[in-house]
């Protein structure tokens, strides 16, 4: 069962969720500097994340039918939808940029979900996923929706990659510090994401990944197992910056 909307909504207009939107939207923001005449979707709910695109030739968010969706970006023209988790209104290669946050730890198929991911990525375009981490706090305490659903391993995220025909192409990690909304803690946010960082880099609250399309296997057969990218960054920009989307 996915976390409903509404909850969302109010994790991300409270202050712990604002400080947690600002360091994972710190890690996007340096992946995708070069957006300008791209096409962006989001899965899930990635809205609070998607006004980091607003040079983009068009933003979307998809939001599957079981969270339920609200209109989206407030004052503007409604470009939020509902849709089947399997199947998205979109043609085939008609995205460069999908975010997905919130959309994979309580999908049903997780396999299948990333087959869409691929159906509706162009040839050169890339997936950046947000996941909780089954070795962080925010995976363990109950009081965000980083805790809801299945968090994942970088092993066990890798694999599901290999085998959905994406190979990952960076690595990064977000939310060291303690999911609980005490001033005190908050006040202290950024003191704790730098010392995790360094420290115990191992027990960040979200794993985060970007993952371009692997044209080379075969459909009908499973990728084999990628090499570790132990990058600690998320990702240089996916495409030259004097790339046009097709």
């Not at 970088?154 to 977000?174: C, D, H, Y």
């Amino acid at each position: 069962m996915r976390t409903d909307i509404l909850d969302l909504h109010d994790f991300y207009a409270s202050p712990l969720g604002g400080a947690a939107r600002g360091f994972i939207a710190a890690r996007i923001g340096e992946a995708w500097r070069d957006h300008a005449r791209l096409r962006v979707a989001g899965f899930g709910h990635a809205e609070p994340y998607l006004d980091l695109f607003g040079g983009a030739e068009r933003v979307i968010a998809i939001a599957p039918g079981a969270q339920g969706v609200i209109h989206w970006p407030a004052a503007a023209k409604n470009a939020a939808a509902l849709a089947g988790e399997w199947a998205w209104p979109l043609p085939d290669a008609s995205i460069d940029r999908l975010l997905v946050v919130h959309g994979l730890e309580e999908s049903d198929d997780p396999k299948r979900l990333m087959r869409e991911i691929w159906r509706v990525l162009t040839s050169d375009g890339r997936v950046i996923i947000v996941v909780a981490h089954r070795r962080g706090l925010w995976s363990m305490i109950d009081t965000t929706p980083f805790a809801h659903g299945r968090p994942y391993l970088k092993g066990q995220l890798e694999r599901l990659l290999a085998r959905s025909m994406f190979r990952p192409t960076a690595w990064s990690a977000a939310l060291y510090f303690p999911p609980l909304g005490a001033r005190f803690l908050l006040r202290a946010a950024n003191a704790w994401e730098r010392a995790g960082a360094r420290l115990w880099s191992g027990l960040s609250g979200v794993l985060m990944v970007e993952a371009a399309k692997d044209m080379a296997q075969p459909v009908a057969r499973a990728a084999p197992g990628l090499v570790r990218a132990d990058r600690p960054a998320v990702a240089r920009p996916a495409l030259p910056r004097n790339a046009k989307a097709t």
